[in-house]
């Protein structure tokens, strides 16, 4: 592989060269992307840099693979407050019910189950993610280990949160269907005079649900601070704070190949569902950031942050269905998860800039480790019910049983990395990363009888991409990337798993970006071939896991954004994803699942938003999402019809009042939103239409 040679050539060639001065504000701007604070506009679409791709603020059109940045403008108004809410905007992305419990998503045909972060640190804790501390969210496409390590097969996750540096706020109340009364808080305030600021974000929710039992209960709370102990070091201190309590609501059974024909509402649990069938998680963190420039060419950063979790999670789900009969069964499980974890990432940033080329060089080092324990109780067959008509049971909250599961996992991670951003003359652009894992995994089981199970895992994920520009307004882009996906990953070890080496995926992917109307406009278009190999299945003969398994996505993305002067604002994408699992000797609901599509991932899909000001008080707007058929099971015998949903929103504002109404499924379309992706009797039905007034008030 000729990365390696070539990067290490380039190090070479940094220690024998010479830095020379540049504009120090500008260069100072891109040393210090960790405490850069930008003040969007609320009607800004456009996004014309990004961090997640790179780690370094850098132009999207000079980043050769596909980033999409859905900015707080569209998420206010949309009113976006969840990540499910946000990621409708990004082609490509599907959904996963995640257990009832946590944001779950796929992107270009593969699970994303543990690739969350917050401003690109690890976020893979399993819980639902609220929005008032996220200033945009950036969905950075494709293998991404070069930078944040194991995972990311189709891509990852990452929030940007907001950080001090203004005076004033603004506070939001709004209601809507199903009684959903939100507040939220905004405020902020500078205070010396060497730019230190302090933050505070805040949200409430209190809602029942379009889901019979359904309910939400939430509490959010983020103070920051920004300190600049001398001229050129600044340090960040963020600390977060989210209780969500919720109906654990895995969704429908299907019946002939389809989610069964039954009102929206209809519930397949116990009749006490919001006694015995809830989700409660309690996550905290702290971050600290330190930033120090040494001079205009030569930044350093460190991040720690610290995080704890806790899930108590009861549930009741839909089991096995007998078609012939017409019924269900039902199970029950008790869950409880505690873990907490640190990660640690120190980064020098160097620039160098000579006459022919000019070089950003990142080096990087991240230590973490994490506990995450897992108690589990589960029964099958607690009852059984009727198909269309479910009488539901009145259930004990325990499940009296012995665990089935009761372990400890202990992660560590140890990597380096690097990489480096050319400039080859006025034309052309390269970007080349290497990175090294020590990923060690250990599962202490309580249970008598299991072993305790132990591996590590040592891999290099590189990365390397070449962008043409031969106008301001043209890029062309070629790249190639690698990520290891190790057993356990994110969870427990398990006999069966603890000898098989990490599944390897790689993507190889081409592009284009433009801009039009002076920057107003950018258009961005991609095609890709993502290849996941090893991936673990099970024998149906022996039921050992093997590493035997190949899943492949063909695709096309193509994504837009505006933000024209008379008033236009335009976000907009589609994505044709040709996937199949090219290879395997696995079985399901008793058919080989070779050949088959992959779970979750829609032919096709895409997505439209519009809004309009005018008259300088008002603002309209509407949009469409499109999602095609998808498969509920590997063994593709139940399809989730496809479905297309359009919302609209108008917004009247006078002075620093405004008041804005949402109203979500214009049309009352019936769909499936999401489903479990491994059973195909666990299906959730989308909201029916509904609305949402806000009262927003700012000062």
């Known amino acids: 592989m000729r990365v390696l040679p070539l990067t290490l ?8 060269s010479n830095a020379s001065a540049g504009e120090a504000n500008a260069d100072q701007a891109k040393l210090l992307p960790g405490v850069k604070v930008q003040a969007t506009h609320p009607g800004d679409y456009h996004a014309s840099d990004a961090v997640s791709a790179t780690k370094i603020d850098a132009p999207l059109r000079d980043v050769p693979q596909t980033v999409n940045v859905v900015p707080a403008s569209v998420l206010r108004d949309q009113h976006a407050s969840s990540i499910q809410d946000a990621l409708k905007n990004v082609p490509g992305v599907s959904f996963s019910t995640g257990d ?31 929005l008032s501390n996220i200033e945009r969210i950036e969905v950075l496409k494709g293998p991404a280990s070069v930078l944040y390590g194991r995972g990311s097969s189709g891509g990852l996750i990452n929030r940007i949160s907001k950080q001090p540096g203004s005076d004033g706020g603004e506070v939001a109340l709004s209601y809507g269907s199903w009684a959903d009364r939100r507040g939220e808080l905004d405020i902020g305030h500078r205070f010396g005079n060497d730019g230190n600021a302090w933050r505070l974000t805040g949200a409430m929710e209190d809602a029942n649900g379009y889901r019979d039992p359904q309910f939400l209960r939430r509490q959010a709370i983020a103070p920051s601070l920004l300190l600049h102990p001398g001229r050129d070091t600044t340090l960040l201190l963020q600390a977060d704070y989210l209780k969500d309590r919720r109906v654990t609501d895995f969704g429908v059974p299907a019946y002939q190949g389809r989610p069964v024909d039954v009102p929206r509402g209809t519930y397949y649990g116990a009749a006490n569902a919001r006694d ?54 039902l199970n029950r499980s008790n869950v409880y998860r505690q873990e907490h974890g640190w990660f640690n990432q120190t980064e020098l940033n160097q620039r160098i800039d000579g006459e022919a080329i000019s070089q950003s060089l990142l080096y990087g080092v991240e230590l973490g480790q994490q506990n995450k324990s897992l108690l589990n109780r589960s029964a099958s067959g607690v009852a059984t019910v009727d198909l269309f008509h479910p009488s539901l049971p009145v259930l004990p909250l325990t499940v009296a049983r012995a665990p089935a599961a009761d372990n400890l996992g202990r992660f560590k991670t140890t990597a380096f990395y690097l ?64 990520s290891f996906q190790p057993s356990g990953e994110a969870f427990a070890l398990a006999a069966n798993n603890v000898d098989i080496a990490p599944e390897r995926t790689q993507n190889t992917e081409a592009g284009a970006k433009f801009d039009f109307l002076d920057g107003r406009v950018t258009f961005t278009a991609s095609v890709f071939q993502l290849e996941r190999s090893g991936i673990k299945t099970t024998d149906p003969v022996t039921l050992k896991v093997l590493p035997i398994g190949d899943q492949r996505t063909r695709g096309v993305e193509l994504s837009a954004a505006a933000d024209l002067a008379d008033g236009w604002r335009i976000l907009a994408g589609y994505a044709f994803l040709d996937a199949r699992i090219t290879r395997s000797i696995a079985r399901d609901a008793g058919k080989p699942i070779q050949g088959n599509r992959p779970t979750l991932t829609p032919r096709n899909s895409g997505n439209a938003w519009v809004t309009r000001s005018f008259a300088e008080h008002w603002q309209l707007g509407g949009g469409l999402n499109l999602v095609g058929a998808r498969q509920a099971n590997t063994g593709n015998t139940v399809t989730l019809p496809g479905y297309v949903t359009a919302d609209i929103m108008a917004r009247y504002h006078t002075g620093p009042i405004s008041l804005q109404l949402n109203l979500t499924n214009l049309f009352d379309t019936r769909y499936i939103v999401s489903a479990h992706g491994s059973s195909p009797n666990l299906n959730l039905p989308g909201a029916p239409r509904a609305a949402n007034l806000t009262l927003r008030y700012q000062f």
């Open 9 to 16: 050539s380039l190090l070479a060639a940094l220690g024998a």
């Open 100 to 130: 009832g419990q946590r944001d779950q998503v796929s992107i270009r045909g593969f699970t994303a189950i543990a690739d969350q972060y917050v401003d690109g640190i690890r976020d893979d804790a399993l819980y639902f993610r609220d």
């Open 276 to 329: 015995v069938d809830t989700s409660e998680s309690t996550v905290k963190s702290t971050t600290a950031t330190l930033t120090h420039a040494f001079n205009d060419q030569l930044s350093l950063r460190n991040a720690l942050r610290w995080y704890g979790y806790i899930l108590d999670r009861n549930n009741t789900l839909p089991g096995n269905v007998n078609e012939k009969a017409k019924t269900v069964s």
């Open 419 to 482: 990489q480096d951003m050319l400039g080859l003359g006025t034309q052309w652009k390269a970007l080349l990363g290497l990175r090294y894992d020590r990923f060690e995994q250990e599962t202490q089981n309580h249970l008598p009888g299991q072993p305790n199970l132990s591996r590590t895992d040592t891999a290099w994920s590189p990365r390397a991409g070449l962008v043409w520009q031969p106008s301001a307004v043209q890029s062309y882009y070629v790249s190639w990337s690698r």
